[in-house]
């Protein structure tokens, strides 16, 4: 997906927003206004928004010595998704449809935006309402590509959605013959993003093997990636990428992949033909920009 003119002021929101959870001075944020201003003004818009919007998040990281500015939130993040999770395994072990009732409870992790909610209750009343939201899900297909399937490519969104992400691997393995799952994360800290420590700390390894892009873009940008992520990514039988940064950044690669998101902007909105606030689940080779 190129960089629309819309993505722009989505930026610097996000920037603002980092700055003051890197404890960045006036001063400083203002370095990194000028500083991504100067980027823009040479970028090519024919780039995804992640790949552009990786350079004020370095320049963050950089400013605040900060490798992690993120890191409190997200853990506050997985902390309350992790005290719903034998919830989530209990709805969806009582469900008729167990991959469907998984996929929502994993459209979930990409709905709730813990950083800013007081508290959150799932309940199998939430999950049914998003039913009216679901849109070109093609879950039959799906269910048919992990029937023939022996090696499953998870990638990972944002750190407290990687407990949502832990039950529906563990709803596919019991259903499915699939004889090893890779969870990919973040090669390094970006945003709220999953990594390798985030992903462990949610309990992620107990039922994948956790791997790492390689890279600290918020999304997959293929020749950015490690060669390790790369080959996988190519010869998985089946990969399920989670939220707008990966769809973003992939919906134009050559392999097939499924895409399970929360339309979150209007521009993605536009893109898939849905409205703010549809969960979609669909694959790139059934998909036209």
């Avoid at 407290?160 to 393995?173: K, M, Q, S, Y």
């Avoid at 090893?180 to 107990?206: E, M, Q, S």
């Amino acid at each position: 997906m190129k960089t629309y003119p819309e993505c722009i002021p989505c930026m610097f929101e996000q920037l603002l927003r980092s700055a003051r959870l890197a404890d960045l001075t006036e001063e400083k944020t203002f370095d990194v206004i000028r500083s991504f201003s100067k980027q823009l003004a040479y970028s090519s818009f024919s780039l995804s928004p992640p790949e552009i919007a990786v350079q004020l998040y370095r320049e963050i990281k950089r400013l605040s010595k900060n490798d992690d500015p993120f890191r409190a939130v997200k853990r506050e993040n997985i902390n309350k998704a992790l005290a719903l999770f034998d919830e989530m395994r209990k709805l969806i072990a009582e469900s008729a449809d167990k991959l469907d009732f998984a996929l929502r409870v994993a459209a979930v992790g990409n709905i709730v935006d813990f950083g800013a909610l007081k508290s959150f209750e799932i309940s199998r009343e939430m999950l049914d309402n998003l039913e009216i939201n679901k849109l070109h899900w093609e879950i039959d297909e799906l269910r048919e590509d992990l029937r023939k399937s022996s090696v499953l490519l998870i990638i990972g969104d944002n750190a407290g959605e990687a407990v949502f992400d832990r039950a529906l691997i563990e709803a596919i393995t019991r259903l499915y013959s699939i004889e090893k799952v890779y969870f990919a994360v973040r090669g390094a800290p970006v945003i709220n993003d999953v990594t390798f420590d985030d992903a462990t700390y949610a309990g992620v390894n107990n039922v994948a093997e956790i791997i790492t892009t390689g890279s600290d873009v918020p999304g997959i940008v293929l020749n950015e990636c490690s060669g390790q992520f790369v080959e996988l990514f190519r010869t998985a039988d089946v990969v399920i990428s989670k939220g707008q940064g990966n769809f973003e950044t992939l919906h134009g690669c050559e392999r097939k992949v499924y895409f399970l998101l929360k339309v979150k902007c209007g521009v993605v909105a536009k893109i898939t033909n849905a409205g703010i606030g549809d969960i979609l689940l669909f694959s790139n080779k059934n998909f036209l920009e």
